[in-house]
């Protein structure tokens, strides 16, 4: 091998070829200049003029912070009159002892803008909070009536039903003693067919009379069928005589035979 061509195998040769690592010259130079920024702006926060309202706001907040010297005329006074420093105000010293917090107002409100403000929005609030009373409440009483008025229905059509079953009833126990003419029209089911018109005196006596109700017809069916009969439609059982019924059926009513 010649002495001007190289050994690339030899240390002298790899002593002069750059460190050329993927990445790694990058990141020292991104972080070099993210230092040097961060102290930049370190130095152009010290430099940089305080305005008027940071020098006041740490002019106050500094005297805050320190307690009032005898110097102050008025502390000298309250001294005079038997005050000692940390002890509470009055004769008694039970008032304050620090001073009355000072509160800077930021917005252009008058005095007094923030109660009136408050006071609205607890007004607002317990208007709303009626509001859903009152909703809750006409929601509730609208429940109550839907469930009364089922509660109601279901009631009639169970009285009208044990009515209907009261006339068929009579009019069969009727027939067996050979009755053939109901006490009263409605003891027995009505016809089919409609019976001859009633004259105009019949109508005209009718409407004198007041409606009974399903309710009052079928007490009175009830007691008929009872007393005359010894049956009991809840039971479905003709009894033998008064004794029998009395002692053997739990009573005159629906709610005696659930």
């Known amino acids: 091998m010649s002495d001007e061509e190289e050994d690339y195998m030899s240390d002298a040769f ?11 010259s990058m990141v020292r130079r991104v972080k070099e200049a993210i230092k040097k920024e ?19 706001k740490e002019s106050r ?39 009355i917090p000072l509160n800077i107002k930021t917005d252009r409100g008058g005095i007094g803008m923030e109660e009136v403000k408050k006071r609205k929005a607890e007004e607002e609030l317990e208007h709303y909070r ?38 068929r009833a009579c009019e069969q126990l009727d027939n067996q003693k050979g009755i053939t003419v109901p006490r009263e029209d409605w003891y027995w089911p009505k016809a089919d067919a409609d019976d001859e ?26 007691s ?7 049956y009991c439609i809840w039971c479905g059982t003709t009894y033998n005589d008064e004794e029998d019924l ?8 629906a709610a005696d035979h659930e």
């Open 14 to 24: 790899l002593s002069k070829m750059q460190d050329v690592k993927p990445g790694v």
């Open 38 to 56: 961060t102290r930049q702006k370190e130095q152009n926060i010290k430099n940089r003029q305080k305005t008027y309202k940071e020098q006041e």
């Open 61 to 99: 907040e500094a005297a805050l912070q320190s307690s009032i010297s005898n110097e102050n005329k008025g502390f000298a006074l309250l001294q005079k009159m038997g005050y000692k420093a940390g002890q509470g105000l009055g004769k008694e010293g039970a008032g304050r002892v620090d001073p």
């Open 130 to 167: 009626q509001k859903t009373r009152a909703k809750q409440q006409n929601e509730t009483k609208s429940l109550e009536d839907f469930r009364s008025r089922v509660r109601t229905e279901r009631e009639e059509r169970k009285i009208e039903g044990d009515f209907r079953r009261s006339q």
């Open 197 to 222: 018109e009633d004259s105009p005196e019949e109508e005209e006596e009718e409407e004198e009379i007041v409606e009974l109700t399903s309710f009052d017809k079928l007490q009175i069916l009830t």
């Open 224 to 230: 008929y069928l009872r007393g005359i009969h010894f």
């Open 246 to 253: 009395c002692s053997n059926c739990p009573g005159d009513t």
